[in-house]
């Protein structure tokens, strides 16, 4: 069970808006930015938001990222067919002194 | 640009030691901004953070496999590596090497990433 509690499932069709969320304590999230990965099965994740709502070069500004209190959310709108794949939250947790990953959640493109 | 490439054998005993090499390119391991990273991801499950290494070498594990882990850094080979002793079956995954950005935590490039499989 992770520390970073995400919905095992979204799914939306083409052009939708969709939102994961990613909730934690005021130990991770509360207290330490949030960072969000795309991961393709067979390939390697790949940064998609660092510091709660940043984007890294070469990412569409489809992809948005919020944080709130002790939750986080990850937001893709004009969602695409390639926009399906696994998405992760993840944190500096201090209680563990180190990086904690949430579950992952399976986005579909319906 | 960074490049990380993963190197090890794909199938390991179990109760033996895995040993994982990391291979950067494209610039210098020597940098305040990154500490360098391991991930895994076992089969039909998610990602799990291993431990990072400072080029100065300075190592933060994670609590569940602290006792078992050892990361390190070469430097003048412009490599860090990942030690995982008594291994089992819960250890086969597919591991990746990262650079870590020290200011936010965030794993921004990424190796390939190699499959172990723990297995006599």
């Known amino acids: 069970q992770s520390v970073l509690t995400q919905p095992p499932s979204a799914s939306g069709t083409p052009g939708q808006r969709v939102t994961i969320s990613c909730s934690g304590s005021?130990?991770?999230?509360?207290?330490?930015?949030v960072n969000w990965y795309q991961h393709l099965p067979g390939t390697a994740p790949k940064l998609l938001i660092y510091?709660?709502?940043q984007r890294p070069s070469g990412v569409p500004d489809r992809f948005s990222g919020s944080k709130s209190g002790t939750s986080a959310s990850l937001a893709i709108s004009g969602l695409q067919s390639e926009d399906e794949a696994d998405y992760y939250c993840?944190?500096?947790?201090?209680?563990?002194?180190?990086?904690?990953f949430g579950g992952g959640t399976k986005l579909t493109v319906l | 640009q960074l490049q990380l490439q993963e190197s090890g054998p794909g199938l390991v005993k179990p109760s033996e030691t895995l040993s994982l090499t990391c291979t950067v390119s494209?610039?210098?391991?020597?940098?305040?901004?990154?500490?360098w990273g391991w991930i895994r991801q076992p089969p039909g499950k998610g990602l799990e953070w291993i431990g990072s290494?400072?080029?100065?070498?300075?190592?933060y594990y994670t609590p569940s496999l602290k006792s078992r882990v050892t990361i390190s850094v070469d430097t003048s080979k412009a490599q860090f590596s990942l030690r995982l002793s008594s291994l089992t079956a819960a250890d086969t995954a597919v591991y990746y090497c990262?650079?870590?950005?020290?200011?936010?935590?965030?794993?921004?490039?990424w190796g390939q990433g190699t499959l172990v499989s723990v297995s006599s």
């Open positions: 494209g610039g210098s391991m020597s940098r305040s901004d990154y500490y």
């Open positions: 005021s130990s991770n999230i509360g207290n330490n930015a």
């Open positions: 510091s709660n709502d």
């Open positions: 290494i400072f080029f100065g070498g300075s190592v």
């Open positions: 993840a944190a500096w947790a201090d209680s563990l002194n180190g990086q904690v």
């Open positions: 990262a650079t870590e950005m020290t200011s936010t935590n965030a794993f921004h490039t």
